[in-house]
């Protein structure tokens, strides 16, 4: 989004054309001035980045995705922007209705400085784009050299408006936005940058929707990618990933992508500009917690932690090396000439750009287990077709279709209902039916106590804790484990992965070390934080894993009837549950993009 008017309302009628064609947005909005600062054509002051955003949201609830699913569109903001503390509040419930924005998702777009600053508890200082246009476009140690210099300035007083504030005052109440509202979301821009292919040709001022695309945007270019998810399922073979069997299936699919980019109808000239210049794809996968059954292997392990390493390197591998004999077949992408894989360096390389750049704080595993000295060679010999190769995406309802579990998610429930605007659909975990019949645990008993525990198998007794371990719910899967796998996949990854965040008993300080350690850990983006229901009560008033038992008058104390014992039971029960944990996105609200 550019600061002018003309550039404002040209961005929103693409918005709104984009949005008519089915496409989720990701809108930057850093670049136009903040609240206070000087308008020099009518010598007046600016009312910010706000009062735009609003129209933003209005737009996408205006023009839907093709008369198909609602408007989706998330903007990012940088987080030296002098209105970011308003843009964390936009998506409260109260204050002035006028600058709230109760339709449309946001995310921070926070550079490593900044992270620095938290970790080391020192000052950060807001500035007025207008005032220190040159921010938005650098990142890395250019950033830091730049951004050091105009606090220096403001300082002195020669920069107005700025204010300067503890880094992790506005850390924590970045925290404490995301705990209350669920918005915005963390993602970083020096690890997008940094690690980008693409830095020679541009820079990645936000990503998607999804928070999974870290393309280029600019003036003149609109990112597009085009996406499509390998089944992991139908990839395992004696234990392990099918090599040969995903090397053909992703040979297809780069095929298939790529020529999308040519037959594909584009709404707005600059998306496909861009498109045709730079030919980005986005590749990824589902099904992981299914081939994690298969594998007998819980979400919640080293071994999981291992498994997502090994297979989203072969599939990062293949991708690349589908794209370079597509690059000797058609010819290489026009922008190629410069890249990082020009360079010879490819995203596993890239973690020591990220590392110098700032100065440590990457603490990743880096071993690996195929022939990538061989793909560099070829790569030198042959270029690539596609700037950009692989990208994680939701894959919520392709993930239904075939019947596994979206992207790289945990299961949800072993039971559940998913809603969209086609419906509702139940959803049941059919492995875990299958050992369940093993075991001869399989009733209507058991059918009961599913739905009775939300799908959670923890508090029923008589299933084995084996079993328990590896159908774990998302909501008992501890938060590192989701961080440390989405961070073994991250390493190979060309552009980023849509990583929810599931988190019981959330706290600030659960909130803290979950997100310091996924910058850490070097990952890109992450996207909603799924919390479970403050209002979630226990379904029965008795002891847990008993269905719909009554307590008799003699288990009552004395003077008490069965009616009030029941009664303080279920008031014991509630007063015992986490107050903390509040619902911000429900997973199957129709309205949430990764629902669809």
Known sequence: MPDDLDGIYESIK????????????????????????????????????????????????????????????????ETWHLDIEEFLELRKNTGDDRRRTHDMNTANWIPDLFMRRVMEKGTWTLFSPSNVPDLHDLFG???????????????????????????TDLWRKMLTMLFETGHPWITFKDACNVRSPQQHAGVVHSSNLCTEITLNTSDTETAVCNLGSVNLLQHLKDGKVDQE????????????????????????????????????????????????????IPYASQEAVQFADESMEAICYHAYWASTE?????????SYKGSLWDKGILPIDSLDLLEKARGGYVEVDRSATLDWDSLRQKIKADGMRNSNCVAIAPTATISNIIGVDASIEPCFGNLSVKSNLSGEFTVINHYLVRDLKRL????????????HFD??????????????????????????????AAA?????????????????????????????????????????????SATHAEKSTV????????????????GMSALEAAAAAAKAQMSAMPATDIAFCGVDDPTCEACQ
């Not at 001869?440 to 739905?451: I, P, R, T």
């Not at 159908?471 to 008992?476: D, M, Q, S, V």
């Not at 300080?509 to 996207?527: C, E, H, S």
Request: hydrophobic share 40%; net charge positive; proline share 2%.
């Open 245 to 296: 069997k995903l090397k053909r299936t992703i040979s297809t699919a780069m095929r298939m992508l790529d020529n999308v980019i040519d037959i594909n109808y584009y709404a707005v000239k600059k998306a496909r500009d861009s498109n045709l210049r730079h030919r980005p794809v986005g590749l990824g996968l589902m099904g992981f917690q299914d081939a994690l059954y298969e594998l007998r």
């Open 543 to 558: 002891q847990s894993g008993r269905l719909n038992a009554v307590s008799s008058g003699n288990d009552a104390p004395s």
């Open 440 to 451: 001869g645990l399989w009733d209507d008993v058991m059918v009961m106590d599913l739905k």
């Open 326 to 334: 597509l690059a000797k077949e058609r010819g290489k992408y026009s």
């Open 488 to 532: 073994r996949r991250q390493k190979w990854i060309d552009q980023a992965q849509s990583l929810n965040i599931y988190m019981a008993g959330a706290s600030g300080k659960k909130l803290d070390d979950t997100y310091k350690l996924a910058w850490l850990r070097g990952l890109k983006t992450t996207y909603y934080l799924r919390t479970q």
């Open 141 to 167: 140690a250019d950033f830091e050299k730049a951004y050091v210099a105009y606090e220096e300035k403001a300082a002195r007083g020669e920069i107005k408006p700025a204010r300067t504030l503890q880094a």
């Open 455 to 484: 799908g959670s198998l923890r508090p029923i007794d008589r299933v084995p804790q084996d079993v328990k371990a590896l159908y774990a719910t998302a909501f008992e899967v501890e938060t590192t484990w989701l961080v440390e």
């Open 14 to 77: 693409e918005n709104a054309l984009l949005s008519k064609f089915a496409g989720g947005l990701g809108n930057d909005w850093t670049r136009v001035r903040a609240l206070g600062s000087h308008i020099k054509g009518t010598n007046g002051e600016s009312q910010g980045v706000v009062p735009f955003l609003k129209v933003v949201n209005d737009t996408a609830v205006a023009v839907n995705q093709g008369g198909k699913r609602k408007g989706a569109v998330c903007t990012y903001l």
